[in-house]
Nanobody, 125 residues
Framework: QVQLVESGGGLVQAGGSLRLSCAASGRTFSPYVMGWFRQAPGKAREFVAA????????ASADSVKGRFTISRDNAKNTVNLEMNSLKPEDTAVYYC??????????????????WGQGTQVTVSS
């Protein structure tokens, strides 16, 4: 089992920044792909970013490319999402997830095995 706890969400004005963190505990953290997803009201959960176990490879959705940066610290068992130039359309609940059954950076939610409870990000216009 892997337990994930997100933090860092909140209310911010358009153009502002937030840093989300996800703390992992339980099974060994390092070999796994970590991802961030988000879900806006009435919409499906969507991929935001993912990072390889070494941190050497990362991928992000086109909608956040150039604005959001994913990083991880395996010594601290944390993965972070730095969000800059936030827009109202970034408003959603953000979830941290772990993929334990593969090394590829994938975008599909069903390929991630463990999820956090989510943290709300609200961007006002």
């Amino acid at each position: 089992q892997v337990q994930l706890v997100e933090s860092g969400g909140g209310l911010v004005q358009a153009g502002g920044s937030l840093r989300l963190s996800c703390a992992a505990s339980g099974r060994t953290f390092s070999p796994y792909v970590m991802g961030w997803f988000r879900q806006a009201p009435g919409k499906a959960r969507e991929f935001v970013a993912a990072i390889s176990w070494s941190g050497g490879n990362a991928a992000s959705a086109d909608s956040v490319k150039g604005r959001f940066t994913i990083s991880r610290d395996n010594a601290k068992n944390t993965v972070n999402l730095e969000m800059n130039s936030l827009k109202p359309e970034d408003t959603a609940v953000y979830y941290c997830a772990v993929r334990t059954n593969g090394r590829l950076l994938v975008t599909m939610t069903h390929l991630y095995d463990y999820w956090g409870q989510g943290t709300q990000v609200t961007v006002s216009s």
